[in-house]
């Protein structure tokens, strides 16, 4: 039958799998805007797949990568020296695509100072689930405090919450006017009162960024504090997100991770 096909069969056998095989090679082309173009699918842009992009190579060959299921390898006593102002910070909240986001505008409006060196808080997110594991357990949301040093270095801490009886009076700020995930991403100015960071015990390791482009060098500091909120908060948060956006766990590769008791 096959050496009966028309001319005009065969060629448009050939077309379509010449189709075939372009738009399969298409799926795995550089985007245009690498830097907003990743996801949490199993796809092409999921994060199996983030290293294969170029200058998001750490994701894949980095040895240091972040989230880890903290355990406690070393336990020493070093409080958290951390420093948040009490009164409420001038702030912009807009959505990058993936999640909202808070940037703080107030210089030294939250310090944390981690073996002499001082970080300062740039902005904070949301994960859902949590990315990190403590012994093995996880929770229903995760937010990231991002600080950096005058020299550009990163410090992560992460705060976990689960689902509980009562709201989240820190999250009410601004949950009910969370920006959508759909352009145009329109930066909104807000107050904001910081976390309460309670003095409690944290975890301490060294890893990355958990995004593309998974940077190494992050020092984080994971709290072994769990706060509270609503079922009608996580929603809230979900809607504002397109996907949930949790990296899985990566390897520890050797790291240890210090646990600081009170
Ligand atoms: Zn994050």
């Known amino acids: 039958m096959y050496f009966k096909m028309s001319i005009a069969a065969q060629l448009g056998a050939v077309l379509l799998l010449l189709w075939l095989h372009y738009s399969s090679v298409s799926c795995q082309a550089v985007p245009a805007k690498p830097v907003k173009v990743y996801d949490y699918s199993n796809g092409p842009y999921g994060p199996a797949n983030w290293g294969n992009f170029p200058g998001w190579e750490k994701c894949k060959t980095g040895s240091q990568q ?16 951390v420093a948040y102002k009490w009164e409420p910070v001038a702030s912009d909240i807009y959505n990058d695509g993936h999640t909202p986001t808070v940037e703080v505008l107030v210089k030294n409006a939250g310090v944390v100072t981690i073996s ?33 040093s005058a020299d550009g270095k990163i410090a992560v801490i992460a705060l976990f919450y ?29 107050n904001i009162q910081l976390p309460l960071l309670q003095h409690n015990s944290y975890y301490r390791y060294d890893g990355s960024l958990t995004t593309p482009p998974c940077d ?43 646990y600081s008791t009170k």
Do not use: C
């Not at 880890?68 to 020296?81: F, G, K, S």
């Open 162 to 190: 689960n689902l509980g009886p009562l709201a989240s009076k820190f999250l009410a700020q601004f949950f009910d006017k969370l920006p959508p995930y759909t352009p145009p991403y329109v930066r909104t100015p807000i």
């Open 66 to 81: 972040s989230p880890i299921n903290v355990t406690r390898d070393v336990v020493v006593r070093i409080p958290l020296d």
């Open 116 to 148: 002499g060196v001082k970080y300062e808080l740039v902005d904070f997110h949301f994960h859902t689930p949590s990315e990190h594991r403590i012994l093995g357990q996880s929770f229903s949301m995760e937010q990231h405090l991002v600080h950096k």
């Open 216 to 258: 190494e060098g992050v020092v984080w500091i994971v709290l072994d504090q769990i706060s509270s909120l609503s079922s009608d908060q996580l929603q809230k948060l979900k809607a504002s997100k397109p996907e949930d956006n949790a990296r899985p766990l990566q390897a520890r590769n050797g790291r240890k991770v210090t």
